[in-house]
């Protein structure tokens, strides 16, 4: 039998309730739990006994997660379906190759000139980065997270939608004359970008060749645009966009922090590559995370798996990961070409505490649970010791609220203690009943800084590179965000120009209920 005939095994057989797993295991957070640098992982809330670990990880040997993990580091074309190596921890400097360090080297002291130089001429006051999904999620997450060691030198806002409303808020207020704008695309193709791009340049009006920047994979797209040639940094098409922060792309951040603080970022990702590459398949965290997440969603059917950082700097973390995960591994064709098994559950989220307030009523009594990633932050940043004690003490009581449940029989017990009478007991009782047994991992960072994050991010990228070795899909490519694009440029010209091509009912009705506005 193979190892995810055995999974599936003893899934089927039922699992003692999570709560009998630590009765009859004393040592069983101790044994489930792992310390990397500054990040503490729990993972003994998770539906796991010793046997399925066991089998998880033959799991994980026999689908050759150690191979491949040298594979990636090695360089090697991992994107296969567009024949490109995946080379982002290079940004980090955890690559062999020396000609690719020395490319990424000298852009990073590119880069650190730039903001060191920016930083002492004193010109700008506000730094507008436009971008969209990978060349605005991770930026805009660190924007937040590197707030808990510092303010920002300068006034640092994004654009990334196509909505106007996105580049009129982040252009409000500013002066053309002290406003660098950080135009971020691979591709310098990215509809979204041009048109904010193109916004902007006009908005800079005469003072768009020295105010104007670009970060790009596609140079000649960028001095095409308008960008002058000084004015490009450069990063390259074995960079993800998605896995694209550590690069150039974060050059805003360099800008509005410092480079010392993003230097920190790199850091801390690399250390966490180091333990990756290093760290035997049951001491790894990026492994364990994977495993753990097909575990819960393979075998016991949590199709969903929800974020919740208790941290109010880490609240795009679940924006993050959703592009992170779901463009990476929301894919149903093998390596081979075959359609795979069941891979990336969705994931969402917000941040603790707001969320109790507003979906955790289903993850407690919902027919429908999901599995969920609790990350808390020990150190208090805000010096509110009160806040961060309370803040701490919600984190920990919903896992264990999700895991232990409340019997019938003791609400009973509350409700009578009250003096209710039997006839309302009855009724009430079932309606304040917690099922419980319901899986989650909690992970605590020792402090939230620059080092912490960059290895917090580099976790769930590895994480991500793991799960698709073992479903055995490309985690590296987006062909499925293709259509949508091709579909919308039509559209756009049926909007634009008259002329309705052949749609759907549907989709002609909605053209024509959106040219009959705006001639209106
Ligand atoms: O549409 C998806 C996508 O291609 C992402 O993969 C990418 O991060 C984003 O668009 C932006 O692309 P670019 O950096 O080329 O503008």
Known sequence: MNNWAKLQKLADAGLPPLGDMFASDANRAARMSHQVGGIYADFSKQRITPEIMQALLYLAQEKNVEGKRADLFAGKPLNFTEKRAVLHPALRGSCTDKSIQKLVADMQARTRAFAEEVCA??????????????????????????????????????????????????????????????????????????????????????????????????????????????????????????FSLWSAVGLSLQLAYGPDMFDALLVGAASMDRHFQDASLENNLPVMLALVDIWNNNFLQYKTRAVIPYARRLRKFPSF??????????????????????????????????????FFQQLHQGTQSASVDFIAVLTDAENRPAHHRALL????????????????????????DRGMSAADIDALAPHKTFPGNRPSTTIVLNRLDAHTLGALIALYEHKVFVGSIIWDINAFDQWGVELGKELAGTILGELENGSINQHDSSTSALIALARNKASS
């Open 121 to 242: 001429e004193g010109k700008y006051k506000a730094v507008v980065h436009i971008g969209i999904g990978g060349s605005d999620l991770g930026p805009r997450l660190l924007a937040d997270g590197f707030r808990a060691n510092g303010q920002p030198a300068l006034d640092l806002r994004f654009a990334n939608n196509v909505d106007g409303a996105s580049i009129n808020d982040a252009l409000m207020g500013l002066n053309p004359r002290t406003t660098l704008v950080v135009i971020v695309s691979k591709s310098f193709t990215t509809q979204e970008t041009r048109m904010n791009g193109e916004a902007v340049r006009a908005w800079l009006g005469q003072f768009a060749g020295d105010n104007m920047i670009a970060v790009t994979a596609n140079k000649d797209g960028a001095v095409d645009f308008g960008v002058e040639p000084a004015q490009i940094f450069a990063f390259w098409d074995w960079v993800g966009g998605r």
């Open 321 to 358: 990961l959703q592009q992170l995960e779901m463009e990476s591994n929301g894919k149903s064709v093998t390596t081979s070409g075959d359609t795979s098994v069941d891979t990336s559950p969705v994931v969402w989220g917000d941040e603790g505490t707001n969320a109790q307030h507003a």
């Open 393 to 416: 003490a919600n984190c920990f009581a919903q896992s264990e609220a999700l895991m232990c449940g409340k019997t019938e029989t003791v609400v009973r017990a509350e409700l009578a």
